[in-house]
């Protein structure tokens, strides 16, 4: 894999890197803010918190840099860490600091701390460290006489097999990738052409990405895979961010928080897209498990930062969720956010998946909004082979690396005109439902009206 120069010191410090990781805690909470009253950065100055190509990218699609860009005041972070407890993670967009601790009085404490609105506990127990151990390599992957090996079907069935042979792979487009593990991905050997610009982890900075769950590779594999004749992804030229948010040893709120950094993270260094096959709508602690209700686009952390993502120019995919055949059947946090592409599952014959989650949301707007393979999808394996795998986790990938080509040919349209036309596409986009959405899109045809409508 290609690894690219990270960020300079000064950007790092305004995307709180310093993250103070402590196994011993047993607290962890969520600090809401009141204001950024005591910033030390200027909106005149927003090269000191956000890259080239994140300034570049609001400026192309005539968005505002405005105060949600401006990160968590450092003297309130300071302040909170006197207390004794340990800072994890920032989300300047909601403007909270998330903290560690093992004594809720200093929780107490950070409460009447005269710029805190409110506190949140959104973890409880001990960190497990399981053993990391790598799986076995086979590298050993089947051929095809098809160029795209037997992932064809999956790119295909949106007519984006066309926008490839006409140019357009996703090269100069930007994909972060926020998901659990990436196991092994650096080093199967089909996988080792993939562009990756860099990987943080957000749930324990001290980890080895590559050393973690296998669900982010194989999400990663469905769009990134550049191996002819073995598996060619929906977006093999793009480059990508591998960022993990997902603690797969527990169910909790906190996994959000990480989740939200990372989404800021993605912005402040430049990508044009996220993917993120995670869905949450139950937790260790069922006091906040969420009800229908909830699902409106703004109770859930995940989903409001999920919404505001196209007002920073970028077009988020996310899951429908794989509930629908259980008691829950509906999307999961953050699949009800506004603004987004919810991906629904379907098999290569264009039938709904049973597992596949309905909309819709709870404010009445249509989800899933589109729908693509997710039964039986081609992935890659941990051991370097190929294999097979069902869930909305794949359909949104498959999917996402399908609009980034999309969005590459048609670099003039914004975030909000990229999700607008792909929806505009899908085969039932006359009449949308709470199953299908807007149905399966035609790439071919998206960027055929793209086309037309700017003449």
């Not at 990663?220 to 997902?246: D, F, H, K």
């Not at 909790?252 to 950094?261: I, P, R, S």
């Not at 969720?321 to 999961?332: L, Q, R």
């Amino acid at each position: 894999m290609k690894r690219l120069a990270l960020l300079t010191a000064g950007l790092l410090a305004a995307f709180g890197a310093s993250a103070q990781f402590t196994p011993s805690d047993t607290l962890k909470y969520r600090v809401s803010l009141r204001d950024k009253a005591a910033t030390e950065y200027s909106l005149r100055k927003p090269e000191r918190f956000l890259s080239k190509k994140s300034i570049a990218r609001r400026h192309r699609q005539g968005l505002p840099i405005d105060s949600t860009d401006l990160p968590v005041c450092r003297k309130y972070v300071d302040a909170i860490r006197q207390t004794g407890a340990h800072v994890l993670v920032t989300g300047k967009w909601e403007n909270f600091v998330t903290v560690s601790c093992n004594d809720t009085s200093v929780v107490a404490e950070i409460a009447r701390l005269p710029f805190v609105l409110a506190t949140e506990r959104v973890w409880k127990g001990k960190v497990k460290n399981p053993p990391t151990k790598r799986d076995t390599l086979l590298n050993d992957p089947s051929r095809s006489d098809s160029l795209y090996g037997p992932a064809i079907d999956q790119a295909r069935i949106s007519r984006a097999d066309l926008l490839h042979k006409a140019g357009f792979k996703g090269e100069g487009m930007t994909i972060a990738v926020i998901d659990a593990g990436f196991h092994n991905a650096d080093r199967i050997e089909a996988m080792r052409n993939i562009r990756v610009l860099g990987t943080r982890d957000f749930v324990d900075p001290r980890s080895d990405i590559y050393a973690e769950g296998s669900h982010g590779m194989c999400v990663l594999s469905c769009m990134a895979m550049n191996q002819p004749n073995v598996m060619i992804g929906t977006a093999p030229e793009a480059s990508y961010w591998l960022l993990r948010s997902e603690d797969e040893s527990s169910e909790n709120l906190v996994e959000q928080d990480y989740w939200a950094a990372a989404i800021e993270f993605a912005d402040s260094v430049g990508v044009d897209l996220v993917n993120t096959s995670l869905g949450y709508f139950k937790f260790d602690d069922s006091s906040k498990n969420y009800r229908y209700r909830d699902l409106d686009g703004r109770y859930a952390l995940m989903s409001r930062q999920a919404s505001r993502a196209a007002d920073k120019g970028i077009v988020v995919v996310c899951s429908a969720g794989n509930s629908g055949d259980d008691s829950w059947k509906k999307i999961t946090p953050p699949a009800d956010a506004d603004n987004v592409l919810t991906v629904g599952a379907i098999d290569r014959a264009g039938v709904l998946a049973r597992f596949s989650s309905i909309g819709d949301t709870s404010d009445g707007r249509t989800k899933p909004d589109v729908v693509a393979v997710g039964v039986q999808t081609d992935v890659m394996g941990t051991n370097g082979n190929l294999r097979r795998g069902n869930g909305t986790s794949f359909s949104s990938p498959v999917m996402c690396g399908m609009v980034a080509c999309l969005w590459q040919a048609c670099p003039w349209l914004t975030a909000r005109e990229v999700i607008e036309l792909v929806r505009s596409s899908g085969d039932r986009a006359d009449f949308p439902d709470n199953i299908y959405g807007y149905g399966v899109p035609d790439m071919w045809k998206a960027y055929q009206t793209a086309k037309k409508s700017k003449r």
